[in-house]
Nanobody, 123 residues
């Protein structure tokens, strides 16, 4: 079993930066594909980006490309989401997720999820 716990959310102004963290425990996730998703009020969960098990490859949704960066530290069992040039439309609960197997943008294919951390961007 894998437990994921996000942290680092908060209230920021447009243009600010924020770094989210996701701590994994329970078993080694160094070979797991991991992703970030978000859900804004009244909207469906949305893919943000994924990172391969060894951290060599990342992929992002067009809406965040160039502003958000995913990284991981497998020795520390940590996943990160660096968020720059934040916009009000980035306001959402952000979730990290993990799965054994290839990376994917489909949330339904991730077996493990964190509880989420709220990011609010004011204009």
């Amino acid at each position: 079993q894998v437990r994921l716990v996000e942290s680092g959310g908060g209230l920021v102004q447009a243009g600010d930066s924020l770094r989210l963290s996701c701590a994994a425990s329970g078993r080694s996730v160094s070979s797991f594909s991991m992703g970030w998703f978000r859900q804004a009020p009244g909207k469906e969960r949305e893919f943000v980006g994924w990172i391969s098990g060894n951290g060599a490859i990342t992929y992002y949704a067009d809406s965040v490309k160039g502003r958000l960066t995913i990284s991981r530290d497998n020795l520390k069992y940590m996943l990160y989401l660096e968020m720059n040039s934040l916009k009000p439309e980035d306001t959402a609960v952000y979730y990290c997720a993990a799965r054994m197997g290839p990376v994917t943008t489909r949330g339904s294919e991730y077996a493990y999820w964190g509880q989420g951390t709220q990011v609010t961007v004011s204009s």
